[in-house]
T-cell receptor
């Protein structure tokens, strides 16, 4: 099992550009999450999907959209990237409210 | 609102010694707590969890203690090894909160001296 995979691993964008971060899990988990991690800070929840077909806002949803494509995949979209969105993005999955398993992260720089 | 914080941002220990990493939480209704380890350039890795109906839980070389009276959580690592060097995060999930609404602390960096 690969666990949680994320693509791309690195990305540089210019202000105003758009992009989609991809996440997939092969553990048959119902719940999936997107976090961002900034230097010196813990992870902050952007959006989550408790089950296929549902999505909800987390702590810092502004500037982002998500799509739960199917049970395996949960994507995060930046419609118009801003320098404040420079961060490391982590996707995670869990079986309902048990421990979350994290992907390796996407390092995004917005110039 | 909820807050999860750590008493010490950095901790340096000698190889072979025991490590104790502390965490305070503010929501007395939180019912689930997790410790994660994050190595440089990697995603957080689950270490151990504990539910609010327990005071102590042990894993391999790790023990989590929960003191609900003072809203304090600690992670004890026995016989600390160089491979334990990482940033450790505690996280809590509030009772009745949205599923997946984990609140993370800022992390403690553990350095193990050989």
């Amino acid at each position: 099992n690969a666990g949680v995979t994320q693509t791309p691993k690195f990305q540089v964008l210019k202000t105003g550009q758009s992009m989609t971060l991809q996440c997939a899990q092969d553990m048959n988990h119902n719940s999936m999450y997107w976090y961002r991690q900034d230097p010196g800070m813990g992870l902050r929840l952007i959006y989550y999907s408790a089950s296929e077909g549902t999505t909800d806002k987390g702590e810092v949803p502004n500037g982002y959209n998500v799509s739960r494509l199917n049970k395996r995949e949960f994507s995060l979209r930046l419609e118009s990237a801003a320098p404040s969105q420079t961060s490391v993005y982590f996707c995670a999955s869990s079986e309902w409210d048990n421990e979350q398993f994290f992907g390796p992260g996407t390092r995004l720089t917005v110039l | 609102g909820e807050s999860v914080g750590l008493h010490l941002p950095t901790l340096s220990v000698q190889e072979g010694d025991n490590s104790i990493i502390n965490c305070a939480y503010s929501n007395s209704a939180s019912d689930y707590f997790i410790w994660y380890k994050q190595e440089s350039g990697k995603g957080p890795q689950f270490i151990i969890d504990i539910r609010s109906n327990m005071d102590k839980r042990q894993g391999q070389r790790v023990t989590v203690l929960l003191n609900k009276t003072v809203k304090h959580l600690s992670l004890q690592i026995a016989a600390t090894q160089p491979g334990d060097s990482a940033v450790y995060f505690c996280a809590e999930k509030g009772y009745g909160g949205s599923q997946g609404n984990l609140i993370f602390g800022k992390g403690t960096k553990l350095s193990v001296k050989p």
